[in-house]
C-alpha cells in the first residue's frame, strides 16, 4: 500500500557529507511524522532524526550540530544532510514514516535502507 523509497547513501571519507532522501508513495492520506533511523553492525537501530508534519525536529545527540532533517510534504519526502561524518555513524540508515493510509488507519512504514560508510 506504502512504499519508502531512500537514496543517497554510499562510501565518503570521515569529515565528509551525504545527503540522504527518502519518497514516500502509494494510498497515502497524509504523512505525519517521518524520521531516519541507523543501524550500526552488532548493534540495535537508532533515532537518527525525526521532523513533524509542522516542521518540527529533533535528533540523536551523537548527530546534533552536524545533521539537518527536513521534508518536502508536497512530494512527500524526507531529507538528512549529513556533514562532518565520522566512522561511527556507519550503518544502514532507514527511513521511517507514520502515514495515514487511505479508507485504512494510521500505520508506520519502513523502507529497505540505504548503506552509509565512513571510512577513517
Known amino acids: 500500500q506504502v512504499q519508502l523509497v531512500e537514496s543517497g547513501g554510499g562510501l565518503v571519507q570521515a569529515g565528509g557529507s551525504l545527503r540522504l532522501s527518502c519518497a514516500a508513495s502509494?494510498?497515502?492520506?497524509?504523512?505525519?511524522?517521518m524520521g531516519w533511523y541507523r543501524q550500526a553492525p552488532g548493534k540495535q537501530r537508532e533515532l537518527v532524526a525525526v521532523?513533524?508534519?509542522?516542521?518540527?525536529?529533533d535528533y540523536a545527540d551523537s548527530v546534533k550540530g552536524r545533521s539537518t532533517i527536513s521534508r518536502n510534504n508536497a512530494m512527500k519526502s524526507v531529507y538528512l544532510q549529513m556533514n562532518s561524518l565520522k566512522p561511527e555513524d556507519t550503518g544502514v540508515y532507514y527511513c521511517?514514516?507514520?502515514?495515514?493510509?487511505?479508507?485504512?488507519?494510521?500505520?508506520?512504514?519502513w523502507g529497505q535502507g540505504t548503506q552509509v560508510t565512513v571510512s577513517s
Open positions: 502509494g494510498s497515502i492520506s497524509s504523512i505525519n511524522s
Open positions: 521511517a514514516a507514520n502515514v495515514w493510509v487511505i479508507g485504512g488507519p494510521v500505520q508506520d512504514y
Open positions: 521532523i513533524t508534519s509542522g516542521g518540527s525536529t
